[in-house]
């Protein structure tokens, strides 16, 4: 006999795991759809270019601050020898007017006022004991010593504590401007992963070609004299081709952009400024691109970015994190500011 029993229901919790399950499949399904595309290549270079360009801004401004520290240590160092000299000669000063006491103590002759100066503070002590003429000669010209001492003592402990107090700020604001260096170098990174290795070795060849070219088209363009000591400058710095790049760095072995400037022209004796907003005080400007000559100082970008004119259009230059100094077309380099010759 055949059976006539109904088939079993599901139950109410199986029916609701899979209204659950389909909701997410559906939701997924239009998330999928509706996900961005993965920005391409050309689109990971430009973002990834201009968090480099904002990074180097500030790192010229890090360049400037490191210059500010050196030279606020090297000067509360000074003050603070200075000072302990100074406090050393006091000491001496002190010693020799309390041996005069004690001769006069042997003698039975020690001056009331002496001995009060003795216990008390000289800068109040000796316009009273000059006005009660009880000092010698000899005292008195010990005393004003002292006073003198005592008094520049404490304008060079104020100058010293005003250079600790600048010191200390700088050294914050150095801080506050790495933090933002390596934030903007973090996220070019995350955007380079979003790349596949293939992709990345591609345009690390693309830019290697680009030098290898640039470089050639430089070496062709150095028809005009070169601008004297700048061109010597640049000499030394084409030895440094390959080099890699890094913020904040003067080499010898790696440089950002200012940095290779400062190295180069360190070669050949003679000292520029350690960023490029101090650099473009070394020399007078030239505004016209067709009054360049090789050896030149190039700025771009708000003065943000610096390089030597190569020559034929060309710039060699420390770039950007993950790459090498190069020869590079000036016209991949942001928008020309002027040049600057330096002389000498």
């Not at 006491?101 to 001995?115: E, H, I, K, N, W």
């Not at 061109?231 to 790696?254: E, L, S, V």
């Not at 993950?322 to 330096?342: A, C, H, I, W």
Request: glycine share 10%; charged share 25%.
């Amino acid at each position: 006999m055949a059976s006539h029993r109904r088939p079993k229901q599901p139950s109410r919790t199986r029916v609701t795991v899979l209204s659950l399950a389909a909701t997410a499949a559906v939701a997924l399904t239009s998330q999928s759809a509706n996900a961005a595309p993965k920005p391409d290549k050309k689109e990971v270079k430009a973002k990834v270019d201009a968090l480099y360009e904002e990074a180097e801004g500030v790192t010229e401004k890090y360049n400037g601050a490191k210059v500010k520290q050196e030279t606020l240590e090297k000067q509360v160092k000074n003050l603070q020898e200075k000072v302990a000299r100074g406090q050393a000669d006091l000491n001496e000063l002190r010693k020799g007017l309390g041996s005069m006491a004690t001769a006069q103590y042997r003698t039975g002759a020690v001056d009331p006022s002496l001995q009060l100066f003795l216990s008390s503070e000289p800068d109040q002590f000796l316009d009273r004991a000059a006005a009660m003429n009880q000092l010698t000669a000899k005292q008195a010209e010990s005393l004003r010593k002292i006073q003198s001492k005592q008094r520049l003592l404490a304008q060079e402990r104020e100058e010293a504590s005003g250079k600790l107090a600048d010191l200390s700020s700088v050294r914050k604001e150095l801080g506050r401007q790495k933090t933002f260096i390596t934030g903007k170098l973090g996220d070019a990174q995350k955007l380079l992963n979003t790349l596949t290795q293939a992709e990345r070795d591609a345009m690390a060849e693309q830019d290697e070609r680009a030098s290898r070219s640039a470089n050639e088209r430089s070496q062709l363009g150095e028809v005009s004299p070169g601008s004297g000591i700048g061109a010597a400058a640049m000499a030394a710095a084409r030895t440094k081709i390959g080099a890699p790049y890094d913020w904040g760095n003067k080499g010898p072995n790696a440089f950002d952009c200012s940095g290779l400037v400062y190295w180069a022209f360190k070669q050949v004796g003679r000292t520029v400024g350690g960023n490029t907003y101090a650099q473009v005080n070394d020399g007078p400007k030239i505004y016209n691109k067709s009054d360049l000559r090789p050896g030149d100082l190039v700025f771009f970008s708000g003065l943000s970015h610096v390089g030597f004119y190569a020559g034929n259009g060309m710039s060699l230059h420390a770039p950007k994190p993950g790459t090498n100094v190069r020869v590079e077309d000036m016209k991949y380099l942001g928008s020309f500011q002027y040049g600057v010759r330096v002389g000498g």
